[in-house]
T-cell receptor, first 114, second 114 residues
């Protein structure tokens, strides 16, 4: 157990629908990152939150949004889902990434859009 | 911006043989370098990292990596692999400032056979 909890582990939904992925970071970590992993694109950075505030955006579609709550858990919202959004979505947390602490990853949510 | 190139998408090797997984990076500033491992149906786990100092870094499970600034490389090595080392290995880079995020290579699948 890495200490980063992601729910649900699997999600199957239809095109056009909206889903919410949840992440609880490791205790003490203020930074939360979301990544999308697909066979063709590899690991793509989506968004970074630090202590409730958005700090960096990567290749995140406008249909996707995220937030980090006061208790530091984070949610990634995916709307108007398309078949191409099927992927593994990882959450990671870190205590002081600028000092080289690296990230601790959750086990991911596998999203299948049908 | 930083980028990472993992030259081999797949590396087949026999059990107890040595292995090297190659990683090259691009950056105009100094970097932190990481290797992560992903076992099937799991999240990413940190193997080792280079922040500064000695260019030879030792990690978990008998892996080590060598930072070569002139060749902008950070190759991962293990003198004798086991079946259980079969997994995907990711090289990643970040910069030691601000809210820098990890940029990953596309991964190398290490396939160990008896």
């Amino acid at each position: 157990d890495s200490g980063v909890t992601q729910t649900p582990k699997h999600l199957i939904t239809a095109t056009g629908q909206r889903v919410t992925l949840r992440c609880s970071p490791r205790s003490g970590d203020l930074s939360v990152y979301w990544y999308q992993q697909s066979l063709d694109q590899g690991l793509q950075f989506l968004i970074h939150y630090y202590n409730g505030e958005e700090r960096a955006k990567g290749n995140i579609l406008e249909r996707f949004s995220a937030q980090q709550f006061p208790d530091l858990h984070s949610e990634l919202n995916l709307s108007s889902l398309e078949l191409g959004d099927s992927a593994l979505y990882f959450c990671a947390s870190s205590v002081r990434p600028s000092e080289g602490y690296g990230y601790t990853f959750g086990s991911g949510t596998r999203l299948t859009v049908v | 911006a930083q980028s990472v190139t993992q030259l081999d998408s797949q590396v087949p090797v026999f059990e107890e043989a040595p292995v090297e997984l190659r990683c090259n990076y691009s950056s105009s500033v100094s970097v932190y370098l990481f290797w992560y491992v992903q076992y099937p149906n799991q999240g990413l786990q940190l193997l080792l990292k280079y922040l500064s100092g000695s260019t030879l870094v030792k990690g978990i499970n008998g892996f080590e990596a060598e930072f070569n600034k002139s060749q902008t490389s950070f190759h991962l090595r293990k003198p004798s692999v086991h079946i259980s080392d079969t997994a995907e290995y990711f090289c990643a880079v970040s910069v030691p400032s601000g809210y820098s995020t990890l940029t990953f290579g596309k991964g190398t699948m290490l396939l160990v056979s008896p």
